[in-house]
């Protein structure tokens, strides 16, 4: 079994480019919670909320993160609603235990463009190499085994928006938080893939009812001819009925 995860704690953040919403750049460091953001409507609050959550995990457009398409968001919710979405973009800084991390993402794509590892660490702006090492240290410092359980974690668990897609009426994913939480000897990954197949089966077996119970019914309503075998006066003929 293997060693428990651990949840990503807020330390600031820094949202770039964000006009018309907000004029210049926004900032605030977190201290130790909890911390409230207050607004009357329209001021933002949502969007700071969201801003940081894709910041972290980039969004939910993937489906191993987000089952279902109607629900899914990235890079491409902001670009809509800045107006220098290419230049804009969000960091992040967030901790495992003491150890220390931030991360940049831009809205031209939903992927890590910068990180920097440590309160005073430099920058990576090597995009490659940087989603490189985010995908190091949410395995060696997170405990997770893929960015996308990291995701669905802080999106299913630590995050709440405004559709409320409450855990407590979703068993498919109270499971899969369940095994991903507690890194379970059994695969997670392996386990999704043995629910897919299941559920594919179910599917598979309910069509065939369906296309057994229509030829169940053209049988009762149609009329057919049989030729049976009939010996009369020593002499095989055949009787239709």
């Known amino acids: 079994m293997r060693s428990p995860i651990t949840l990503p704690r807020l330390l600031g953040f820094r949202l770039h480019g964000f006009e018309p919403i907000f004029k210049g750049v926004v900032e605030q460091n977190l201290p130790t919670g909890p ?3 207050l607004g009357g409507n ?5 969007t700071v909320m969201q801003a940081i959550i894709y910041g972290l995990t980039g969004g939910t457009n993937d489906e ?3 089952d279902q398409k109607r629900l899914r968001w990235d890079h491409g919710y902001f670009r809509e609603r800045l107006s220098a979405s290419g230049a804009g973009y969000v960091e ?8 220390q991390f931030s991360v940049r993402r831009g809205f031209r794509g939903s992927d890590v463009t910068a990180l920097c590892a440590g309160k005073k660490g430099k920058w990576n702006e090597n995009a490659n190499e940087a989603a490189v090492a985010f ?5 060696e410092f997170g405990g997770y085994q893929t960015p996308q359980d990291f995701s ?8 709440l928006p405004e559709t409320r897609r409450l855990i407590a009426w979703d068993t498919q ?10 890194q379970d000897a059994v695969m997670e990954e392996k386990f999704r893939k043995r629910q897919e197949q299941l559920r594919l089966l179910d599917s598979t077996k309910r069509h065939l009812h369906v296309v057994i119970g229509k030829l169940e019914q ?7 001819t049989f030729a049976v075998p009939h010996i009369c006066e020593g002499k095989l003929t055949s009787l239709s009925v």
């Open 35 to 37: 911390n409230i953001i």
């Open 135 to 139: 995908g190091r240290a949410i395995r």
């Open 218 to 224: 053209q049988i009762s309503t149609s009329s057919l």
């Open 173 to 182: 994913s109270q499971v899969r938080l369940l095994m991903v939480m507690n």
């Open 42 to 46: 329209g001021l933002g609050k949502t």
């Open 64 to 66: 191993t993160v987000e």
């Open 152 to 159: 669905f974690v802080v999106n299913r668990l630590l995050y």
């Open 92 to 99: 992040v800084d967030f901790a495992f235990g003491n150890q």
